[in-house]
């Protein structure tokens, strides 16, 4: 929990009690359904909640801002980015509904109440939303596809509506068709060796 408040000291006292919940929460939840990797559950804060609020140093959602999760997994990003902006909207769709059941329990019990889940593949949803979120589902031709006509028209934030992924490794090959897609470095915000080669890929999508 001092990670996160290292490099988000600006909490209020629900969104503290909120952080600090998720630990317990998730392994509890992990020792009946594994949603998060058994390495990965002693770190959770390092490897989940701040890796997922990497998007948080690259955007500061505007409130009623809507963002899509897609192949949420346990809950991220969406959960932690629901967290620290409580005035916008998250909707997290996986596949998977056992994931989503744990899920639903984290924000019933954490009392967040900015989060909706949908058990679906993302080609059925059929609504818009300012950004789409995810954590390396695939790469990112396929993923343009499945979330294909799902951006809103108004622009209500500094970025323009579009994706934002969170991916590590060398992604030149990946991303060299998209001539307006831009990379920032997650070393950039967070010195943790962890960090060193993961990215937040933003890549502008028009309304279609």
Known sequence: MDLILKYFPNLTELQIAQFEALEQLYKDWNSKINVV???????????????SLGIAKVINFSDDS??????????????????????CQFHLVDSINKKLKVINAVCEATEL?????????????DETYDFIVSRAVTAMPEFTKWVKGKIAKQQNNELKNGILYLKGGDLTEELKQYSTVKAYLLSDYFEEAFFETKKVIYLPLKHK
Do not use: C, M, Q, W
């Not at 390495?39 to 390092?46: N, Q, R």
């Not at 809507?66 to 005035?87: E, K, M, R, Y």
């Open 37 to 51: 990797s058994r390495k990965d559950i002693d770190e959770l804060y390092l490897r989940h909640v701040l890796h």
């Open 113 to 125: 109440t900015n989060v909706k889940t949908t058990h679906s593949r993302v080609e059925a949803i």
């Open 66 to 87: 809507s963002i899509l999760d897609v192949g949420t997994g346990g809950g991220f990003p969406g959960v932690p980015l629901a967290i620290l902006f409580p005035n």
